[in-house]
Nanobody, 118 residues
Framework: QVQLVESGGGLVQPGGSLRLSCAAPRTILSSFLQYDYHWYRQVPGLQRELVATSKSGGSTNYADSVKGRFTMSRENTRKTVYLQMNNLKPEDTAVYYC?????????WGQGTQVTVSS
């Protein structure tokens, strides 16, 4: 069963913006609210990097490399989390993955490619 559905990747020029979405259509709202949600990214040959976290309690944390440029948010009524990415740089090029965790339950999205190039 697909738990998380990602969308919004693509090709953008340096300095541009993209918004990634991660929907949880099979999740009831009360469960959606309990999970911590994360955005990761991965470049081929390198380890997956944690980009941003949205805790169930409301706090949000970012990797130093994206602070001030990326914003993670939740829209609970849509059971969707977002990653707004501004002032994109070529080094942001990667496959971006959404994941969520509650206790021992961990789910991953399928990944979406983001390419920043002129």
């Amino acid at each position: 069963q697909v738990q998380l559905v990602e969308s919004g990747g693509g090709l953008v020029q340096p300095g541009g913006s993209l918004r990634l979405s991660c929907a949880a259509p099979r999740t009831i709202l009360s469960s959606f609210l309990q999970y911590d949600y994360h955005w990761y990214r991965q470049v081929p040959g390198l380890q997956r990097e944690l980009v941003a976290t949205s805790k169930s309690g409301g706090s949000t944390n970012y990797a130093d490399s994206v602070k001030g440029r990326f914003t993670m948010s939740r829209e609970n009524t849509r059971k969707t989390v977002y990653l707004q990415m501004n002032n994109l740089k070529p080094e942001d090029t990667a496959v971006y993955y959404c994941s969520r965790q509650y206790g021992s339950q961990v789910h991953w999205g399928q990944g979406t490619q983001v390419t920043v190039s002129s």
